[in-house]
């Protein structure tokens, strides 16, 4: 079992920066890939960035290339997903997940999910 916690989310102005984090606790965390997911009202949750379980491997959604940058520190059982050049469009609840297998990118491949933070950007 893995439990993971987010933080960081707010509100901020288009243009403007917040950086999340999801502390992880249980189970062995380097077991696992992590990802972003987010999810606008009415819409699917959709990954915005996995990355490995060393951290070398990342994949971004096209929408936020360039913009938002995650990280892991495995030595603190962290994540983190920075987010510069906010727009109102990336306002959403954002959630941290953790997959044992391969680095997914569909929400149903990963087991374990955060409760998620609200990041709304006003324009």
């Known amino acids: 079992q893995v439990q993971l916690v987010e933080s960081g989310g707010g509100l901020v102005q288009a243009g403007g920066s917040l950086r999340l984090s999801c502390a992880a606790s249980g189970r062995t965390f380097t077991s696992y890939a992590m990802a972003w997911f987010r999810q606008a009202p009415g819409k699917e949750r959709d990954v915005v960035v996995a990355?490995?379980?060393?951290?070398?491997?990342?994949y971004y959604a096209d929408s936020v290339k360039g913009r938002f940058t995650m990280s892991r520190v495995n030595a603190k059982n962290t994540v983190y997903l920075q987010m510069n050049s906010l727009k109102p469009e990336d306002t959403a609840v954002y959630y941290c997940?953790?997959?044992?297998?391969?680095?997914?990118?569909?929400?149903?491949?990963?087991?374990?999910w955060g409760q998620g933070t609200q990041v709304t950007v006003s324009s």
């Open positions: 997940a953790a997959a044992s297998h391969g680095i997914p990118l569909r929400w149903y491949e990963y087991d374990y």
């Open positions: 990355i490995s379980r060393s951290g070398g491997n990342t």
